[in-house]
């Protein structure tokens, strides 16, 4: 105890609080009291984790992050105090090139609804000026533009965009991350090698239950499957697939599959007829590990599992 005491008596002369201007830049405006914030954060894992500074620079980039994501979660919650304080962005950039990385915390992530900007609705609005404010004049209706309905709305907002899925994070689910690039499709292709054990087929199976559930009354969309087997593993993965097919039989979704027996193929993508490719490093097989049953509320809702960590990207072909 007293030699690590000294240890960290002499850190605290040590400054490491600008180590990573060599490989990032702060890509946003932030305020002086933040930076130093996150600087200090920044310094002090340094000095316990690489007290002789040579830390590599993905070494550096994961404490930068981590101290940026601290100070943004006192600056959110200073803002819900006090909401005339200035609302910054968190990010950075590599030096050596490549995308300006924006920081979010897990809570923010997790829950986007509570996490954004609070509307102000000054105190001293009646409720009866409220429900004028809501009744447009002759002349403004007049030049309001045409409502697009919501669900119109969301798919002209859509973009090709990149997404990282935090590991061990909540909040996220089949219908959170595909269902808005899913709906219009009468065609879905899953390739994805690793369709073969139980958990991977209950994956499917809660892929096209997502499916099922935003096809319109009336509709019908072909789901095809192209995965792979292994004699030493895959007992059963014929029956459960066939249960799967039977199971969704007469319902929205015409579930198929087939075996794809080239040794190169990994890629895992979602692609369908409406003109969406969702390239995914982990498949479908996003969820850690839980504990199954009738009374688990994990087994209910994908919400409450944990996540592994996993990139998807949303592209246009």
């Given at each position: 105890?007293?030699?690590?005491a000294?240890?960290?008596k002499r850190?605290?002369?040590e400054d490491?609080t ?6 990032f830049?702060i890509?946003?405006e932030?305020?002086?009291?933040d930076?130093?914030g ?11 984790l690489y ?5 590599t620079p993905k070494?550096?980039?994961?404490l930068?992050y981590?101290?940026?994501e601290?100070?943004?979660r006192v600056?959110?919650?200073i803002?819900?105090i006090d909401d005339?304080f ?10 050596a090139g490549?995308?300006?990385?924006k920081v979010?915390?897990p809570?923010e ?16 609005d009646?409720?009866e000026s409220a429900a ?12 309001a533009?045409?409502v ?12 090709p965009e ?5 590991e061990?994070s909540?909040?996220w689910s089949y ?8 709906k219009g499709a009468r ?5 994805d090698?690793y369709?073969?054990l139980?958990?991977?087929v209950?994956n499917m199976?809660?892929?096209l239950e997502?499916v099922?559930?935003?096809?319109p009354?009336g509709d ?6 192209i995965?792979q087997?292994?004699p030493d593993?895959?007992v ?5 697939l066939?249960?799967v ?5 007469g319902s929205r979704?015409v579930?198929?599959?087939e075996?794809?027996h080239?040794?190169n193929f990994?890629a895992?993508s979602?692609v369908t007829d409406?003109?969406w ?5 982990r498949?479908l097989?996003?969820?850690q590990k839980?504990?199954?049953g ?5 087994q ?6 944990l996540?592994?960590?996993?990139e998807i990207?949303?592209?246009?072909i």
């Amino acid at each position: 105890m007293d030699y690590i005491a000294e240890v960290l008596k002499r850190l605290r002369d040590e400054d490491f609080t600008s180590s990573y201007n060599e490989h990032f830049e702060i890509a946003s405006e932030v305020s002086t009291r933040d930076q130093i914030g996150f600087e200090k954060t920044f310094s002090g894992m340094m000095k316990i984790l690489y007290p002789d500074g040579k830390a590599t620079p993905k070494e550096i980039e994961e404490l930068l992050y981590f101290a940026m994501e601290a100070r943004r979660r006192v600056r959110e919650h200073i803002l819900r105090i006090d909401d005339t304080f200035k609302r910054n962005d968190f990010s950075y950039r590599p030096l050596a090139g490549g995308v300006v990385v924006k920081v979010q915390t897990p809570e923010e992530i997790q829950y986007p609804t509570f996490a954004a900007p609070r509307r102000k609705i000054a105190e001293e609005d009646s409720s009866e000026s409220a429900a004028n404010d809501l009744v447009p004049s002759a002349n403004e209706a007049a030049q309001a533009p045409a409502v697009i309905p919501a669900e119109r709305a969301t798919e002209v907002a859509l973009q090709p965009e990149h997404i990282v899925v935090p590991e061990n994070s909540k909040g996220w689910s089949y219908r959170r991350l595909f269902a808005q690039h899913l709906k219009g499709a009468r065609k879905i292709t899953v390739s994805d090698p690793y369709v073969r054990l139980f958990f991977q087929v209950r994956n499917m199976m809660e892929f096209l239950e997502m499916v099922h559930e935003i096809t319109p009354e009336g509709d019908e969309v072909s789901v095809h499957l192209i995965t792979q087997s292994d004699p030493d593993t895959c007992v059963y993965q014929d029956e459960n697939l066939n249960q799967v097919v039977t199971a969704f039989t007469g319902s929205r979704v015409v579930f198929t599959w087939e075996l794809n027996h080239n040794p190169n193929f990994h890629a895992r993508s979602i692609v369908t007829d409406s003109g969406w490719k969702i390239s995914i490093d982990r498949g479908l097989d996003l969820f850690q590990k839980f504990e199954a049953g009738p009374f688990s509320i994990e087994q209910a809702i994908q919400e409450a599992r944990l996540t592994k960590g996993a990139e998807i990207t949303y592209l246009r072909i």
